[in-house]
């Protein structure tokens, strides 16, 4: 497994425009956001797509029923941005990858998200730990799929089925974590800073 990293901050004019060039579709998804940093993360999805996996037309990216994003020839990638950061996680098999920021607001949500044992987990440190969990929850999603309630999504486990593991860090106001068969390998010094 890899796993890349941008920074929306470090996305130069002269990459926007070639981005703009490659993904003219994400460009306009992009313009539908109502916030800079959503449009900013779509955009900063483009351009890792292009660094780390070499894509330089969007139709090489096709989509599951579901819509997930695969290649026809591999590898297994999973994008997420929140905030200021994107992350593309790359991987020989199914993968998933979220991040997100911390961010009080968000806790809203864990009463409908999480099972009583998920919610007594997070007790002792709400912010970090529900974060944790949304991001296990949603990176398991992204990798298996199936799961219609988000309380079902085995968050708490770290062995799943296939083979897959999930791990989660905190990384500078964000929680990140990605499930693959090789997610033990995430670490904040694995991370390619693009």
């Not at 920021?101 to 919610?119: H, V, Y």
């Amino acid at each position: 497994m890899k796993l890349y990293m941008l920074d929306t901050a470090d996305v130069s004019a002269d990459d926007i425009r070639a981005a703009k060039a490659l993904f003219p579709k994400r460009f306009e998804r992009a313009a539908r956001f109502s916030n800079r940093s959503g449009a900013s993360g779509v955009i900063a999805a483009g351009i890792l797509l292009h660094r780390a996996l070499g894509i330089r037309d969007e139709s090489a990216i096709l989509f599951t029923a579901e819509g997930k994003p695969y290649l026809a020839d591999g590898p297994g990638f999973s994008l997420s941005h929140s905030g200021a950061r994107c992350v593309l996680a790359v991987s020989e098999g199914p993968v998933g990858a979220d991040i997100e920021g911390l961010d009080k607001s968000n806790l809203i949500a864990a009463p409908a998200a999480l099972s009583e044992a998920e919610l007594e987990w997070i007790a002792p440190a709400p912010l970090e730990r529900f974060h944790l969990l949304w991001t296990r929850k949603e990176s398991i999603y992204k990798a298996l799929g199936g799961f219609t309630d988000p309380k079902q999504i085995p968050a708490l486990e770290e062995r799943l089925p296939g083979g897959l593991r999930v791990r989660s860090i905190l990384l500078g106001g964000y929680a990140l974590s990605v499930c693959c068969r090789d997610a033990d390998a995430l670490t904040p010094e694995s991370i390619i800073r693009s």
